[in-house]
């Protein structure tokens, strides 16, 4: 019997296992990655909190969160009906929109570790399947689509978990640039702070699009990672 997505309400125990998750603790070695922000400091790209907030907008809402956040809600749905030769399409569809090697890396490596975590501690389930499936055809599963996978699973409404995904790809760009700039904690959390809106409009514009129609144009975030394959001190993966 599959659930209705209408009928979901965010509950306690699915409230704290995706914070668990999207927590910096969890072990995906998020923050070893900067998804090109490395380089746009060194090119002089991003050197303060309006330049950061502008960059991060752009990732949310023409880069890799706008692909992101239409994998997560097609995996969380397909999860939520069940439909497990959907999420394997939707995994393959994964790979195609990965402009750079270390883009594909920060997707893959990141959702690698989130199968092999949650299938540790709560147990195989549908991500665990999924992961299985997608390894029988030579391929590594996508972060986002695990995580919508997960999110379902748990019965967290696809809105707050998308939200909630968001929020993390976000702070952890910020994260990187008070590192890099460097930035004061308080110009991160003010960034952070005028993401809000971003990331709000990032969900809804998610909600509402079909995955046939996904598309991004961050020419200059896919340029970046190319030059940080070959920048010459990093501190990122990406």
Not at 24 to 33: H, I, K, M, N
Not at 136 to 148: F, K, M
Not at 203 to 219: F, S
């Amino acid at each position: 019997m599959t659930t209705n997505a209408d009928d979901l309400q965010l509950n306690p125990a699915g409230l704290m296992r995706l914070m668990t998750w999207l927590s910096p603790s969890f072990p995906v070695g998020a923050y070893t990655y900067s998804h090109g922000v490395e380089y746009a400091v060194e090119d002089g790209r991003v050197g303060s909190a309006e330049t950061l907030i502008n960059w991060v907008e752009g990732v949310l809402e023409f880069g890799a969160g706008r692909i992101d956040a239409v994998l997560f809600c097609a995996a969380w749905r397909a999860a939520l009906a069940g439909d497990e030769d959907a999420l394997f399409d939707i995994g393959v569809e994964a790979d195609c929109w990965r402009g750079t090697s270390e883009m594909a890396l920060e997707a893959t490596a990141q959702g690698r570790a989130f199968v092999s975590t949650t299938g540790k501690v709560w147990g195989d389930g549908i991500v665990t399947r999924w992961a299985g499936a997608m390894r029988s055809d030579d391929r590594l599963p996508s972060y986002p689509v695990a995580v919508g996978i997960a999110a379902a699973e748990a019965k967290v409404p696809l809105r707050d978990a998308l939200t909630a995904y968001l929020h993390a790809m976000a702070a952890n760009l910020v994260s990187s640039a008070v590192r890099l700039v460097p930035l004061g904690q308080t110009d991160g959390v003010r960034s952070l702070s005028s993401l809000d809106r971003g990331v709000c409009i990032a969900v809804d514009h998610a909600m509402k699009t079909d995955l046939a129609d996904l598309g991004a144009a961050a020419p200059m975030v896919d340029w970046t990672s190319m030059k940080h394959e070959t920048q010459y001190t990093r501190l990122f993966r990406s």
